[in-house]
């Protein structure tokens, strides 16, 4: 097979990468998805403490606007960032995780330090191993362009969601 006909290696991203253009500094979890061992995680990580952040300065409303401007300035993030690292849904893509779990926290606070704990826990497995309709949601949107950039959010508001019934299951069983 010739070089031309090769398809390209993807592109593994470093700072120069997460530098060179808004979208990749975004979806990338401003530096949190260039970690070398379970970005996802870090990225989760990241997430919480942004949240706490925001839980501080801001009202539930305002953070619901933030969330919604987040998730569509996640797309655009996303699809650029996924074309440029020449995969659909390459693992260094954070910005998902930090979205999705944004919604898990906001729609379970107010929360102590151990609901929180269990939403981090439970929102990680079900983005990590995609059971059911999370498994689902990962193959309904492949390939590259507005399409994948949707795809890669996509998979996971749909881990949150799990996350959600699940806590809503317990809730509802326990108190």
């Not at 061992?37 to 300065?57: I, Y």
């Not at 999705?100 to 906001?106: A, K, M, R, Y």
């Not at 079900?126 to 492949?142: C, I, R, T």
């Amino acid at each position: 097979m010739t070089a031309s006909l090769q398809a390209p290696l993807p592109v593994r991203p470093g700072v120069a990468f997460l530098l060179r253009h808004p979208a990749h500094l975004l979806a990338l979890g401003f530096g949190s998805g260039l970690s070398p061992v379970a970005p996802g995680t870090v990225g989760t990580l990241w997430a919480w403490a942004a949240w706490l952040v925001l839980e501080a300065w801001l009202t539930a409303f305002q953070v619901g606007v933030v969330i919604f401007i987040s998730v569509v300035a996640g797309w655009w993030a996303c699809a650029v960032t996924a074309t440029n690292l020449q995969s659909p849904d390459p693992g260094s893509i954070v910005w998902d995780e930090v979205v999705s779990f944004w919604i898990v926290l906001w729609l379970v606070t107010p929360a102590g330090f151990g609901a929180q704990l269990a939403a981090f826990a439970l929102f990680r497995f079900f983005d990590a191993v995609k059971p059911g309709p999370v498994g689902w949601a990962d193959s309904v949107f492949a390939g590259f362009g507005w399409r994948a950039g949707f795809g890669v959010l996509f998979d996971d508001l749909v881990a949150a969601f799990c996350t959600l019934f699940v806590i809503a299951v317990w809730r509802h069983f326990l108190w």
